[in-house]
């Protein structure tokens, strides 16, 4: 990515796999140079900056280097203007660009701290970890023969990370055996998958996004072709699940939503300079050719997911199901720096069709169901709720059901 590409995000707010999910698609920034578009620095500003920090450098308790002071007032100066803009040093520009591309080189597993420990939750099918045998609710002891800190599991998750080709032993213990075994593992490509979808029951399909990548549109596409294969050719409703979906890349967001509209706006923006005001509507052509959709959402759906229910909901698409959404309604864009830096700010409000900003407010679903199981959905190992033990996935098949004597008298 050049100097003269931004990235324009729907700042997610929590991980996967552990990367951070602010997620982004290029755009180009054919602006001015930053020097003929800003005021020169007050003087007296310049000044007190440079008198901090030189009594910083010279007196504080320990010596601590130049440049180490220096980021740290960038980053607490980018940080304090809102929740989710952020400096981002090289290897945290590096974990944006992992996500937005959807892929990644390490061995396939998704971890949690769990009870103080690293632990599997899952690993990914086909990948380095899964063809060894590791297991959901294995523990990573060590890499390469360094223990790993419960403390840190960014630094665990970077360690696992490297160039394809590249081998690392992984300490394990076994969730059931308490079997202690070193592995060897080649690490690979890993592609971050974000749909996960099967059957209901006959006619009724389900797919979950778990976030928003430069993959997912595509990959809903396919999912939804599986559905209808295995249905023959015809769906009678869909669940849509973005239940503690985070959000991510706003073009994903917005190409999902294009697939099951006909017509209509998907989102508007509004900011300072030229490219944070833009809008965005649908092209003729739905997946589902018109059939019931429900949307389940929750306090975990934020950013990107907000704009797909927001979407379908304010175009009478589909009806959400579920709890408040989070309310993030606010767009960042990541600016290249030098030495492989950014930053990472907040430069557009958006609005959903009906012209309603969620931000710090949300979205209320149509079917609130308040009560899930345990503190999130159900989630067997394969990322798909249990239908029978979900609340909430209950109430929107029922939703659907109820809804199927009216599309059928209407075509009658």
């Not at 599991?153 to 079997?179: A, F, K, N, Q, W």
């Not at 059939?291 to 389940?296: D, K």
């Not at 308040?370 to 996935?393: A, H």
Request: proline share 5%.
């Amino acid at each position: 990515m050049s100097l003269r590409m931004r990235s324009v995000l729907a700042l997610a707010v929590g991980t996967v796999l552990g990367l951070t999910l602010s997620l982004g698609t290029a755009v180009r920034a054919d602006r001015q140079p930053l020097a003929q578009l800003s005021q020169p620095l007050p003087t007296e500003d310049v000044r007190l900056f440079a008198e901090v920090l030189e009594r910083v450098r010279t007196d504080y308790v320990d010596e601590i280097d130049e440049h180490t002071l220096i980021e740290g007032a960038v980053r607490s100066m980018v940080a304090g203007l809102d929740p989710y803009s952020a400096f981002l040093d090289s290897a945290e520009y590096q974990e944006v660009r992992i996500s937005t591309a959807g892929q990644y080189s390490g061995i396939g597993v998704e971890v949690v701290m769990q009870d103080g420990q690293v632990t599997i939750v899952s690993p990914i099918d086909s990948g380095p970890a899964a063809r060894a045998g590791i297991q959901s609710g294995d523990v990573i002891l060590s890499i390469d023969g360094a223990p790993v800190s419960p403390d840190k599991l960014d630094d665990t998750i970077s360690r696992m990370r490297g160039e394809p080709g590249t081998s690392m032993v992984l300490g394990i213990r076994g969730s059931g055996s308490g079997e202690i075994r070193s592995l060897t593992l080649a690490r690979e490509l890993i592609q971050v998958a974000s749909v996960k979808a099967r059957s209901l029951e006959p006619g009724f399909g389900y797919i979950r996004i778990t976030h928003f990548s430069e993959t997912t549109g595509r990959d809903l596409e396919r999912a939804a072709a599986g559905l209808l294969q295995d249905n023959g050719g015809r769906l009678k409703g869909l669940v849509l699940d973005l239940r503690n979906n985070p959000g991510g890349l706003l073009d994903a967001a917005v190409r999902v939503s294009d697939l099951f509209l006909e017509r209509g706006l998907i989102v508007s923006a509004e900011g300072r300079v030229d490219d944070a005001r833009f809008s965005m509507s649908a092209q003729a052509g739905d997946l589902l050719d018109g059939q019931p959709l429900v949307v389940l959402v929750n306090n975990g759906s934020a950013s990107a997911s907000e704009i797909v229910a927001g979407a379908l909901h304010d175009n009478g698409r589909a009806v959400l199901v579920g709890s408040h959404t989070f309310g993030k309604g606010s767009v960042q864009t990541v600016m290249p720096l030098s030495n492989g830096r950014a930053i990472k700010l907040t430069t557009s409000r958006y609005f959903t069709p009906s012209g309603a900003s969620i931000h710090e407010v949300g979205i209320k679903p149509d079917v609130e169901v308040l009560r899930e199981v345990g503190d999130s959905t159900v989630i067997t190992p394969s990322g798909i709720p249990i239908e029978v033990d979900d609340p909430v996935l209950v109430a929107a098949i029922k939703n659907l059901k109820d809804r199927q004597p009216i599309l059928q008298s209407k075509a009658q």
